[in-house]
């Protein structure tokens, strides 16, 4: 009985891992494809080139302006080699050490390599989500649909999206604001950026610390602000953090891996709304991560 209880859980096990890692290839492939799509600016110049008898009209601004645009690109393959390819060797070795564990009736090993399975699928679903949505801004199909976002609702869901991640580290995430606060805002876009400054305050802060995600209004607007007493950065890595070319690639202090895509959507998601984020960090004394938004009545 016992022999064949084992076996079904092998049969499960070996199913939740192929499926798992099925839909990640099909995110990643969708993903590629929709940014391979996007219009490269070439097509419009070389047609204008054969009606004016193939006279140059593609601009130094434009060229260059196309030129960024292929860097990006780059950079976004590179991105899905690298990173996909860390969780994936992860996923499967873990997986074996499971289904080992399991086979053996070594329940706290299974446990602990289930946690750790459970985390790294979180950073790869995390990861897909940014890459699909940054695609889409840079398709241009992206655009910001403004309404009144009532301020406290949009930081508890957020929180609330990041609270497994924050349980896993036991970190504390404080939440400071007026109930009633409102601001003009897509509440798509602010969600994704919350989520992304919350997860990345919770991956450099250390067990046991405290995270603070709060609103203060002031002057027309409401200023949103995440928090952390983690590892910190330099002036050198602040300045690094919103570039696409950049090589900057920093572990969390549970070694968790990034490809720095979600601060960058984040920044154009912020840009879209009239502001920039704003960093204030030094190494070992956390970092402070800020932007604001109108206030709404």
């Avoid at 780059?74 to 969780?87: E, G, S, T, Y």
């Avoid at 983690?230 to 090589?247: A, R, T």
Wanted: proline share 3%.
């Amino acid at each position: 009985m016992l022999s064949l209880h084992n076996n079904k859980s092998l049969q499960v096990l070996n199913v939740f891992a192929l499926i798992l890692v099925v839909c990640t290839l099909i995110s990643a492939i969708i993903t590629l494809i929709l940014f391979l799509k996007r219009p490269s600016g070439r097509e419009p110049a070389e047609s204008g080139n054969r009606h004016a008898g193939n006279l140059p009209l593609v601009s130094p601004r434009a060229q260059q302006h196309l030129a960024e645009q292929n860097a990006a690109k780059d950079k976004f393959l590179a991105i899905i080699a690298h990173d996909l390819r860390n969780p994936f060797h992860i996923i499967m070795n873990m997986a074996e050490i499971l289904m080992k564990n399991i086979e053996s009736g070594n329940h706290q090993g299974a446990l602990k390599t289930a946690t750790v399975l459970h985390e790294t699928t979180l950073t790869t679903y995390g990861m897909l989500q940014n890459l699909l949505e940054w695609t889409n801004l840079r398709n241009g199909s992206l655009k910001p649909d403004m309404k009144v976002v009532e301020t406290g609702e949009l930081i508890r869901q957020s929180v609330k999206e990041c609270q497994s991640l924050a349980l896993q580290k036991n970190i504390t995430v404080e939440q400071q604001f007026e109930e009633g606060m409102k601001v003009m805002a897509d509440g798509q876009m602010i969600g994704t950026v919350m989520r992304n400054l919350i997860s990345n305050a919770i991956k450099y802060s250390h067990p046991g610390s405290t995270v603070t995600v709060s609103a203060i209004k002031s002057a027309g607007a409401v200023t949103l602000q995440v928090k952390d007493a983690g590892v910190g950065m330099s002036p050198e890595e602040q300045q690094q953090l919103f570039m696409i070319d950049s090589k900057l690639s920093r572990k969390g202090t549970r070694s968790e891996t990034g490809s720095g895509l979600g601060l960058i959507l984040c920044q154009e998601f912020v840009h879209l709304h009239g502001d920039s984020i704003h960093v204030s960090s030094q190494p070992g004394h956390g970092s402070l991560f800020s932007f604001r938004l109108p206030a709404a009545s």
